[in-house]
């Protein structure tokens, strides 16, 4: 047996557990069948590309050689079976062999069948079936025996190269160099995350709508949150499976890097390149390029990952019409728009990826700010507060405990309170993309519901919204495909806190010294002060105080300066005196315990859709309005 191997390169390849490869390949073969020939060639071939090779009596001398051997199986990125015709008389092949299958997630295998066909070979016929006849006789370990047969089975589940005298022996090692070479540039392992926590459940879930077993195409979008860890996800899948297909590519951030038509044959290239190897290949033009890669890849089973993709001409630019697919192709989209995947047919599944549980988050919250599993028990109460405020957020979690770690509880203190007013900015960067990607009545209607209706039942919101002429039948549902807003089963619309802030942040920013010159007032001591101060303006669209406590103030004509005010939320508010005016563009009225006997004689609500004034001093002027509206 040889061994090819190189010292670690300076841009290391990393596994879902991070762990740098100690070296570039790994062969399997018998001796006696090919050591002076195939080998021989394959070993000067691979020397003439630079990388270093020796044979197993370079090893270091005084250790357990097949100890060492496996372990070095474990740390390969490449492992090349050559499966001859005496390769299953040698059990010193078959325990490398079911090592390599045991590590086949972490590295690329390439089965490799040298004048034996791979039938022989996985359903164990012709010599390597009277080899393991002579094995079971000899050993008596039917476990050991099965674990032979199963590697030899899963071993030809995964793409390799059979060599037939069709071609020359030396343009088959050729092409076995050239797709080692690729394969270390391009066939290697992502880097997921520092700290992968919750990871692997999510991909055993995707694992299944996959099926990797099956011989069909099948295509899964997955969607959700920004931040919720899509992109983290996608990879882990790609390194646990990308070994299984004869080509893979993921192609990342793709909104990002199609904004122009340069962008989009940039990646055209890249996803040519990356699953055929050739650099030389070049699109001119979009619809060239999905010519070329429709009639390139549609022969080979191969593994797509299109990584957070927001417009389906994204889509169309790189897969076409999706129906060139060989026979157990796989392709995944990462999407903010459950939407934006459904017209690619029924052989479309979604999984929509949900937040970290409590375990995770705290897990994951406490990798970042102690190094370790669990909070410091000194700091479990505070590392309690930003587990509520993350809401099981990846993202959240991980920004905010790498800012916290190694801070005293006074710092975590005084950042906690800065964060229930202001958000971080790099969570915010992330969630306000999904905001960006609406048009301007839909983004109305997502600031309406942060700053004032999360909570409320949807036909209750659409109700209000359509007399604001911003379509919320169409819009809402936009909103929810893109994970901005959910209804529960009560038919209730709910955003996560960390949304609902960055809503408000968003507002908040439209003049963040004057209040008042903002559309939309959700903030107790922000209404307070501009109404005690009567210091309203035509900006406001909106305004809502919820003291904590009974407070009154006098209520006399605060209300002329909002003519725009489409929402009044006032509850445990007291006044005196008599009001004097109440636009006539309210079309939402919630004031509980409304102090006054009676209504503004110059309110008209014709446009008028809910109120709510229950516990009113309101008398015959309740009955009149309700007739109204």
């Known amino acids: ?43 000067n071939a691979l020397c003439q590309q630079g990388i270093n090779t020796f044979i197993d009596d370079k090893l270091p001398r005084g250790e357990e050689i097949s100890a060492e051997l ?28 079911v090592k390599i299958v045991e590590c ?98 999510r991909v055993e879930a995707i694992k299944i709508l996959l099926d990797i077993e099956s011989n069909d195409v099948r295509m899964v979008g997955i969607y959700g949150l920004g931040g919720v860890g899509k992109t983290t996800i996608a990879k882990a899948i790609y390194n646990r499976f990308f070994n299984l297909f004869n080509g893979s590519s993921f192609l990342e951030n793709i909104s990002e890097n199609s904004k122009t038509d340069g962008g989009i044959i940039q990646l055209q290239e890249t996803l040519l390149f990356e699953i055929l190897g050739d650099r030389n290949l070049k699109v001119s033009s979009i619809s060239k390029g999905i010519n070329m890669i429709n009639e390139s890849l549609c022969y080979k089973r191969v593994l797509i990952i299109l990584d957070g993709v927001d417009e389906l001409h994204q889509i169309e630019s790189l897969l076409g019409k999706c129906d060139w697919f060989a026979s157990g192709s796989r392709i995944i989209i990462t999407t903010r728009d459950k939407h934006l995947v459904a017209p690619l047919g029924n052989g479309l599944s979604t999984y929509e990826v949900k937040g970290l549980n409590e375990q995770e988050a705290i897990e994951l919250f406490s990798q970042h700010a102690f190094k370790r599993n669990k909070p410091k028990e000194d700091y479990l109460e505070l590392a309690n507060q930003v587990i509520r405020y993350a809401q099981g957020l990846p993202l959240a979690l991980t920004i905010m405990g790498a ?30 993309i999904s905001y960006e990607e609406l048009d301007e009545t839909e983004r109305d209607i997502f600031l309406d519901i942060a700053c004032f209706f999360n909570g409320h039942y949807m036909d209750y919101v659409v109700d209000i919204l359509e007399t604001c002429d911003l379509y919320p039948i169409s819009g809402i549902p936009k909103i929810i495909d893109k994970c901005l807003v959910t209804v529960d089963q009560y038919n209730k619309l709910s955003m996560h806190d960390l949304l609902q802030q960055m809503g408000r942040e968003i507002v908040r920013q439209e003049s963040p010294q004057k209040p008042k010159e903002r559309s939309r007032i959700w903030s107790y001591e922000d209404a307070l002060d501009i109404l005690a101060k009567n210091m309203g303006s035509d900006k406001i669209q909106g305004i809502m105080l919820c003291s904590p406590k009974p407070t009154t103030v006098q209520l ?74």
């Open 403 to 432: 800012d916290f770690y190694g801070r005293t509880k006074a710092e975590w203190k005084s950042a906690l309170r800065k964060y229930e007013k202001f958000p971080n900015r790099g969570i915010q960067k992330i969630l306000k």
């Open 104 to 201: 086949k997630n972490d590295q690329l295998v390439l089965p490799v069948f040298y004048n034996v066909d791979p039938s022989d070979v996985r359903n164990q016929k012709g010599k390597f079936r009277e080899a393991l006849t002579q094995h079971e006789e000899k050993f008596k370990d039917n476990k050991k025996i099965q674990r032979w047969r199963d590697a030899l089975h899963e071993a030809t589940n995964i793409p390799g190269r059979h060599y037939k005298h069709n071609c020359t022996e030396f343009e088959f090692i050729q092409g076995i160099v050239e797709e080692v070479s690729n394969s270390k540039f391009n066939r290697m392992p992502l880097f997921v995350a520092k700290y992968p926590v919750g990871i692997s459940s």
């Open 1 to 43: 047996m040889a061994l090819v191997t190189s010292k670690v390169a300076s841009s290391s390849s990393f596994s879902l557990t991070h762990q740098p490869k100690n070296f570039q390949i790994f062969l399997s073969f018998r001796g006696e069948d090919t050591r002076l020939s195939f080998i021989s060639h394959l070993y």
């Open 70 to 97: 496996l372990k070095t199986i474990e740390n390969s990125t490449i492992s090349i079976i050559i499966f001859s015709e005496n390769y299953a008389s040698s059990t010193w092949c078959l325990d490398e062999l």
């Open 556 to 629: 006399k004509g605060q209300f002329l300066k909002m003519k725009n005010l489409r929402f009044l939320i006032i509850h445990n508010l007291n006044s005196f005196g008599c009001l004097e005016y109440l636009p006539n563009e309210l079309r939402f009225l919630d004031w509980p315990g409304y102090p006054f006997s009676s209504l503004p004689s110059n309110f008209c609500p014709k446009k008028l859709v809910a109120l709510n004034m229950s516990r009113s001093r309101l008398e015959n002027q309740f009955t009149q309005v309700c007739s109204l509206i």
